[in-house]
């Protein structure tokens, strides 16, 4: 056999050879891609997203769009081919899979997790639009979740309304942490609750829940990385009462980035006018109880779904702002926002034409 022939052949194997062990070895890689964008003043799967009744609604157009990351599976084990691929491709982004899924974290426990998180971000921006209308809302501390084998097993349950701990009334969710951990390890800690049950019900008859109850828990030490401490075993939350109905219909989507957008979606419906105009704006960042925007995962793959579908203003998290203006879609404007009320501004300058006013997102 020939030389040449022969070295070709060898080539040829050998690259054979790679290629197979692109596809066949694994590598510890994840990836993200641009989900679906969903506009919060329209419908999905055939009925309106938001849902609001017991107040006046006024009809809105144009686009608040809230932007979804689509990701690989906890079990999918992904190839050296297709992590080269995503690195090379502009509409993804191949990233460590301890990113995506610390400590071993399960697909199972990923999509529940997301799911809590989602259901948060709903109440948050409910509350959040409603005070920007000064609407009253009524909210309360309560048990969030209570952990396996715990103290607080069997004694206290998700949803009780924690009133004081220690006979000193309880404010905010901090408050109980700050309130246990004044104790040692092995002393006892008296919460004043209402039971959940009682809560639910007094909700549906609209009163007011008063009957209380006294729980001691003895503490015991945590086990996580932080310092040592005393602990029941439960994580605090906040619940509300609104003077009206809200519902959010969207299914099949997870974690807290949407509620920025579902609180714009909510104040647009409940007051006259558009906010954007006509315009399609989408956008992303998680929101809290106050208006405050927080940062989120993924920007750069939401600006990229956001721009294929139409978008022209993308409302972005201040903490996001650098890293997506290093690579913004052609003919997508990114605005810096802080708060829901740098949002509403924004979106005045957006439908009356100001957008040399708007704070534009630039690359550090």
């Known amino acids: 056999m020939p030389r040449r022939t022969a070295t070709m ?15 066949f070895i694994p590598v510890p890689y994840s990836e993200m891609s641009p989900g679906p964008t969903v506009n919060t003043l329209g419908d999905h799967d055939g009925e309106p997203v938001l849902q609001i009744s017991g107040r006046k609604t006024y009809a809105a157009s144009g686009h608040l769009n809230m932007t979804t990351v689509r990701v690989t599976s906890a079990d999918y084990k992904m190839n050296l081919v297709e992590a080269v691929y995503g690195w090379l491709a502009h509409d993804s982004k191949i990233v460590p899979h301890n990113t995506l899924y610390p400590d071993g974290k399960t697909e199972e426990q ?16 409910k509350v959040a639009a409603l005070k920007e209308l000064d609407v009253p809302v009524k909210t309360w501390v309560i ?31 901090t408050d109980v942490a700050k309130l246990v951990t004044k104790h040692k390890p092995g002393q006892d800690v008296v919460f004043t609750i209402i ?47 609104f003077p009206f109905t809200i519902d959010i219909k969207l299914a099949d989507v997870g974690g ?9 979606g909510i104040y647009d419906k409940l007051t006259p006018g558009d906010l954007t105009g006509g315009k399609f704006v989408a956008g992303t960042g998680t929101i809290d109880d106050k208006g405050k925007v927080g940062p989120i995962g993924g920007i750069e793959m939401k600006t990229v779904g956001a721009r294929g579908k139409g978008a022209q203003y993308f409302l972005t998290p201040a903490e996001n702002c650098a890293a997506a203006a290093k690579d913004t879609p052609s003919g997508l404007t990114l605005v810096k926002v802080n708060t829901i009320d740098d949002a ?16 534009k997102c630039t690359a550090k």
């Open 9 to 23: 052949l060898a080539s040829t194997l050998m690259l054979i050879a790679l290629l197979c062990a692109g596809v």
């Open 110 to 125: 990923s999509t529940q997790e997301n799911a809590e998180e989602f259901s948060q971000s709903q109440e948050s921006a």
């Open 143 to 173: 048990v969030s979740t209570v952990v396996k084998d715990s103290p607080a097993e069997g004694e206290l349950h998700a949803g009780d309304v924690i009133k004081a701990v220690d006979g000193t009334t309880v404010k905010q969710p």
């Open 195 to 241: 039971p959940a049950k009682e809560q639910a019900a007094a909700e549906k008859k609209n009163t007011t829940a008063t009957k209380t109850q006294n729980i001691t828990i003895t503490t015991t030490t945590s086990d996580d990385s932080g310092a040592k401490r005393a602990i029941v075993g439960i994580s605090a939350g906040t619940d509300h009462t």
């Open 256 to 264: 807290p980035s949407a509620g920025l957008m579902f609180s714009l």
């Open 344 to 359: 509403l501004g924004a979106l005045k300058d957006i439908r009356t034409g100001k957008t040399s006013e708007l704070a």
